[in-house]
């Protein structure tokens, strides 16, 4: 049987992990949305939602970050929930082009959904 993981266990780990790098300061803030180019580059939060709706969090976490493309994952979850995967496939289909994402090329080779 498995070993059964405690919020304070959650909580632990979440402290562990902002200490481990809360001092990593490489990289730019992407400057192709104005938004992100502006958030103050040391900024840094970690949070964690329980089942029970519980947050956990370290850092800046009441910074309201701008989340973008990270934003795709749970959306994708929250409409395969309400739909089926093979029902969110067939209407937004999954097609890698090999461009970038704001690619008007792109859009324009898709033969069917964008």
Same mark, same amino acid.
């Given at each position: 049987?498995?070993?059964?993981?405690? %919020?304070?266990?959650?909580?632990?780990?979440?402290?562990?992990?902002?200490?481990?790098? %809360?001092?990593?300061?490489?990289?730019?803030?992407?400057?192709?949305? $104005?938004?992100?180019?502006?958030?103050?580059?040391?900024?840094?939060?970690?949070?964690?939602?329980?089942?029970?709706?519980?947050?956990?969090?370290?850092?800046?976490?009441?910074?309201?970050?701008?989340?973008?493309?990270?934003? %795709?994952? $749970?959306?994708?979850?929250?409409?395969?929930?309400?739909?089926?995967?093979?029902?969110?496939?067939?209407?937004?289909?999954?097609?890698?082009?090999?461009?970038?994402?704001?690619?008007?090329?792109?859009?324009?080779?898709? %033969?069917?959904?964008?």
């Amino acid at each position: 049987m498995g070993q059964k993981i405690t %919020k304070q266990d959650v909580r632990d780990a979440v402290q562990h992990a902002f200490e481990q790098t %809360k001092a990593v300061s490489g990289g730019k803030n992407a400057d192709y949305i $104005p938004y992100l180019a502006n958030v103050p580059s040391d900024l840094f939060g970690i949070a964690v939602c329980l089942p029970d709706g519980e947050i956990i969090a370290a850092g800046d976490t009441e910074y309201k970050f701008g989340i973008e493309s990270v934003s %795709k994952v $749970p959306t994708a979850i929250l409409a395969m929930n309400q739909y089926s995967a093979e029902e969110v496939l067939a209407k937004i289909g999954a097609d890698a082009t090999g461009l970038p994402f704001n690619s008007i090329m792109a859009i324009l080779l898709e %033969k069917d959904h964008p």
